[in-house]
């Protein structure tokens, strides 16, 4: 099996790269696998004590691998969406219930389920390549999913505007408005000051720690999750989304939009 996860480890710090770029690093099924067998082995590492999540190429994550949903054959596509919707779901809470803080470093655009994972890090660092746009109801969806882990970050505000306009911005808003914690120019030098900081910790009182931060998005996931998954997976096969997402691959306006509104399509 290809790596499409890369798994190493130096010091106190567990590096995760999604190492997938001919998609976007998008989240295949394969991917989500390794990226899960990676955060288990870095848990049960007794010498790491923090997770960076990183990326290879210019994208940090373009969200669901789409190709998947349309190789399948013979099963219903509500059913596809669902089950999609789901492994999004248990990955998300996967890294927000780790016993180690998860740092993402970015460094490249973050679209539909890439924003899931920056929601579900403990801190995330943005460099200057980084651009952000939630553009689901562009194509006829929502951010569904990963809303579990952005509503608890952003500011009711900035989600409104940022759901509703699908405008691109870039890392200094993305920490002015609370999606990213820091916003820098030199991505490595800022993650390795967090994790040999985070390094000085012990076991007991990182994850102790950490708990306290992530308690109420945990009840967010068991409150809201599955409610999400059936409406991201209802929204996927409606007639508004596959228009939505064929005027985007053929590269022209859905048939709601004025002649010029084509844009990048977020998905998720």
């Known amino acids: 099996m290809d790596a499409l996860v890369e798994y190493s480890v130096s010091g106190p710090s567990a590096r995760l790269t999604l190492n997938s770029p001919h998609n976007r690093n998008a989240?295949?099924?394969?991917?989500?696998?390794?990226?899960?067998?990676?955060?288990?082995?870095?848990?049960?590492?007794?010498?790491?004590?923090?997770?960076?999540?990183?990326?290879?190429?210019?994208?940090?994550?373009?969200?669901?691998?789409?190709?998947?949903n349309s190789a399948a054959s013979g099963g219903d596509p509500f059913d596809l969406a669902a089950a999609q919707a789901k492994e999004m779901t248990a990955l998300l809470r996967t890294i927000v219930s780790s016993p180690l803080p998860v740092i993402a470093a970015v460094n490249g655009h973050v679209r539909a389920?890439?924003?899931?994972?920056?929601?579900?890090?403990?801190?995330?660092?943005a460099g200057p390549r980084s651009t952000f746009a939630l553009t689901e109801a562009?194509?006829?969806?929502?951010?569904?999913?990963?809303?579990?882990?952005?509503?608890?970050?952003?500011s009711p505000r900035a989600a409104a505007r940022y759901y509703l306009t699908g405008e691109t911005f870039d890392a200094a808003v993305a920490a002015e408005i609370g999606l990213v914690t820091i916003a820098t120019d030199?991505?490595?030098?800022?993650?390795?000051?967090?994790?040999?900081?985070?390094?000085?910790?012990?076991?007991?009182?990182?994850?102790?720690?950490?708990?306290?931060?992530?308690?109420?998005?945990?009840?967010?996931?068991?409150?809201?999750a599955e409610r999400l998954a059936e409406e991201s997976a209802r929204l996927f096969v409606s007639d508004e989304a596959r228009e939505g997402m064929l005027a985007f691959l053929q590269k022209r306006p859905p048939s709601w939009a004025?002649?010029?509104?084509?844009?990048d399509a977020g998905r998720n």
């Open 27 to 68: 989240l295949s099924t394969t991917l989500v696998t390794q990226l899960h067998q990676g955060l288990r082995d870095a848990a049960q590492d007794p010498a790491v004590r923090v997770v960076v999540l990183g990326h290879t190429g210019g994208t940090f994550c373009a969200g669901a691998d789409l190709s998947e």
């Open 113 to 125: 389920g890439g924003f899931g994972l920056v929601g579900a890090c403990d801190i995330a660092v």
């Open 138 to 154: 562009r194509i006829g969806v929502a951010p569904s999913i990963i809303s579990l882990t952005l509503l608890p970050k952003l």
């Open 186 to 224: 030199d991505v490595d030098a800022a993650v390795a000051k967090l994790a040999a900081d985070i390094g000085r910790g012990s076991p007991q009182g990182l994850a102790a720690s950490k708990a306290l931060t992530t308690a109420a998005v945990l009840e967010g996931f068991d409150r809201d």
């Open 258 to 263: 004025p002649p010029a509104a084509i844009d």
